[in-house]
């Protein structure tokens, strides 16, 4: 369906070390993480009222880096 997304999206808990993966809702523009981070996993390592901070992995070259960062809740979901 079209617009803002459900009640039951907001409402899910989110816990510190939770897998969560990072998806997109075009509809909420605030908090919108960078695009290459669309489809990513990540681990919850931080709790805001209404956004989490997500640590995702990002390979630069020949290292792998542990990228931190803070995403709206509409943007995220358990994996």
């Known amino acids: 369906t079209k617009g803002m997304?459900?009640?039951?999206?907001?409402?899910?808990?989110?816990?510190r070390g939770d897998y969560?993966?990072?998806?997109v809702d075009s509809s909420v523009q605030s908090g919108m993480p960078f695009s290459f981070y669309h489809g990513r996993t990540g681990i919850v390592f931080n709790v805001n009222?209404?956004?989490?901070?997500?640590?995702?992995t990002?390979?630069?070259?020949n290292r792998q880096l542990?990228?931190?960062?803070?995403?709206?809740?509409?943007?995220v979901r358990k994996s």
């Open 58 to 61: 990002k390979v630069v070259g």
């Open 5 to 15: 997304p459900g009640t039951s999206r907001y409402m899910a808990t989110f816990k």
């Open 66 to 75: 542990r990228k931190r960062l803070h995403v709206n809740i509409a943007h």
């Open 49 to 56: 009222r209404n956004a989490l901070g997500v640590e995702v």
């Open 20 to 23: 969560v993966d990072i998806v």
